[in-house]
């Protein structure tokens, strides 16, 4: 019999694999070009020629609807869902293998805190997400740089951000595997740190940074999502002028960016323009979710204690 | 040689002082400049380069005065009239929303401490749920309801004098509250695993005792070094949902579309404000807790 935990990791990683597959051939597979606008569609009915505006309901023709220039959402999705698959994963491996170089560095060489505990821990009480509001803002917004270079300045943005936590905590962590006996006695015959890295850290490391990483891969999902709300979009953001007033539109119809720029959509009878692209983001979630509690579950069940009460 | 007595007690509260004062100092500069930060760059064609003289000039003629402004003013705007009623907006729900998460979260979390299985996955699924998901959750079972019925129960958004308080409330407490109660559930379950619980349980104390002399104590101080966190993660949901719901917060000032640095540096400061009001009163809150429930 299949264990519970098993079977989720299982189905989170056949989820996986096929947004991997999706996000591969995704451009090579969508019904229309992404540029393809049909603000006014023709249907003859019944003998009787009915006009539908755009945004569209979704249809035979169209799966997920269009959007509000006639686009399809369906190769939207299938166009911006690249970077919402393999972007998160680079941003969160580069913050997980600077994290842990600087935070074993930090704790094999001793290093201490140079300022007190009350300024880190205040300094701590500074939201990420207006940092990066202001940090990226005017980078992305209307600027004639390819998208593939915005992606790379805003995710190289986000490493930054990110590598802290994950520095201090390894460092914490180092510090604590510096006092088991094993160590003390490799060390005092002269290894070094490479060995010690190797032979030492790594192994009681390696569960600790597989949880990290898939605990940053959905905070940093939930990043992007918070920061698209705010009109930053991963990818760029194109700003103009609309009747309503200004509309800030993803440049690279990323899913999260895609969810977050219809703010409107439920209360203006727009159904489809939020709930097609929010499906697929639900469903990529879930894959990193089942992961995550597959591993919480193993970890769990090997070390802890048995409660008294 | 006489003994040197020192009063170690009152350095200590001298060096706390100073290390807070820092702090803000810290805290005030990093506002100025990161009100400043869409200034540093400009964008010629295809090309991002960094120039730090409008944004430095930017921050000295806030600090200084200029145009027969005082230092630190900001100019008539549409809107900034209301700038008191929008901070009051935004410091009532931060206030409210913290409070909220410490009276439910931590009762909840010790009583969660003993779940498993399926409600334990539905509330940490809740928990990675990014707010505005949450929001259009929210909405759309508002605006299904009318759709059917024609009876509108909770504003979703606000418009105009039309403010929506529920809604907001509920997806700004709900995350916080969801990651408050699984801390506060792993942490419980630490403790329950210590002697001291065993001996009470040999000593034949009734579990209450024990959970309110031995397991709420020894949680205190935890919760107490995880307030900067939810107060953070409350303060940067603020921001998202204050937008997404249209609400009247002074988060709205922040808005990069309509730039200008005076009032975007005077927002980020009242933010700070804000976020050490809520931050002190929840301290305050946990100390009147633990005084009533966890003493001697």
């Not at chain 1, 939207?76 to 600077?98: A, D, E, H, R, S």
Request: overall charge positive; proline content about 5%.
């Amino acid at each position: 019999m299949i264990k519970s935990g098993k079977l989720a990791m299982w189905i989170g990683v056949g989820m996986l694999g096929i947004f991997v597959l999706l996000a591969w051939v995704g451009p090579a597979i969508a019904p229309y070009a992404p540029d393809h606008e049909q603000a006014v569609e023709f249907k003859k009915i019944n003998g009787i020629t009915e006009v539908s505006t755009a945004p569209s309901p979704p249809s035979k023709e169209h799966w997920f609807g269009t959007d509000r220039y006639g686009r399809d959402l369906l190769t939207l999705y299938l166009y911006g869902l690249k970077y919402t698959v393999f972007v998160p994963v680079v941003i969160v491996f580069l913050q997980l293998f600077l994290g842990v170089s600087l935070g074993c560095w930090a704790g094999l060489s001793g290093r201490r805190r140079p300022v007190s505990h009350q300024v880190t821990g205040g300094l701590g009480s500074i939201p990420v997400i207006i940092v990066l509001y202001f940090l990226l803002y005017r980078l992305g917004t209307n600027t004639p740089v390819p998208v593939i270079y915005l992606i790379l300045l805003q995710g190289g943005i986000l490493v930054v951000m990110g590598i802290g936590p994950v520095a201090s905590a390894i460092q914490q962590r180092t510090e604590e595997l510096k006092e088991r006996l094993s160590f003390k006695v490799s060390l005092y015959l002269g290894a070094s740190h490479r060995w010690l890295f190797r032979k030492h850290l790594f192994p009681f490391l390696k569960e600790d940074l597989m949880l990290l990483f898939l605990k940053s891969m959905i905070s940093t999902l939930n990043l992007i999502g918070q920061l698209s709300v705010l009109g930053v979009f991963l990818g760029g953001t194109i700003e103009k002028v609309s009747p309503t007033g200004m509309e800030s539109v993803s440049r690279s119809f990323e899913t999260i960016g895609l969810i977050a720029q219809e703010r409107g959509a439920l209360i203006a009878g727009h159904d489809w323009l939020i709930l097609s692209p929010l499906a697929g983001y639900l469903l990529l979630l879930s894959a990193w979710y089942l992961l995550l509690s597959a591993m919480e579950k193993k970890t769990e069940g090997k070390y802890s204690l048995y409660p008294h009460l | 040689m006489l003994p040197l007595e020192v009063n170690t007690e009152k350095i200590s509260v001298y060096a706390r002082m100073w290390k807070y004062l820092l702090l803000f100092f810290i805290l005030f500069v990093s506002a100025l400049c990161l009100a400043a930060f869409p200034l540093f760059f400009r964008v010629e064609g295809e090309v991002i380069s960094f120039d730090w003289e409008p944004g430095m000039e930017a921050i000295l003629q806030f600090l200084t005065g200029t145009d027969g402004h005082a230092p630190g003013s900001v100019r008539d705007l549409t809107d900034y009239s209301n700038f008191g009623e929008m901070f009051g907006y935004s410091a009532f729900t931060l206030w409210f929303a913290g409070t909220l998460v410490l009276l439910v979260g931590v009762p909840a979390g010790m009583f969660f401490s003993k779940i498993s299985g399926w409600p334990k996955s539905v509330v940490g699924f809740l928990g990675i749920i990014p707010d505005f998901v949450l929001a259009i959750f929210l909405q759309l079972v508002v605006i299904l309801i009318y759709r059917k019925s024609g009876i509108l129960v909770l504003e979703v958004a606000s418009v105009y004098d039309q403010v929506a308080w529920v809604l907001p409330m509920i997806t700004l407490t709900l995350v916080p509250l969801v990651y408050l109660v699984q801390f506060v559930s792993g942490r419980t379950r630490q403790i329950l695993t210590e002697d001291f619980i065993r001996t009470a349980k040999a000593k034949g104390l009734s579990r209450i005792k024990i959970y309110m002399h031995h397991v709420f104590r020894n949680l205190l101080p935890s919760i107490r070094g995880q307030l900067h966190q939810l107060n953070a993660t409350l303060l940067g949901n603020l921001l998202i949902i204050e937008y997404w719901f249209n609400s009247p917060g002074i988060t709205r000032f922040l808005d990069t579309r309509d730039y200008y640095y005076p009032l975007m540096a005077k927002t980020l400061i009242c933010l700070i404000l804000i976020y050490w009001i809520a931050y002190g009163w929840m301290r305050l809150l946990l100390w009147l807790i633990g005084k009533r429930l966890a003493h001697d």
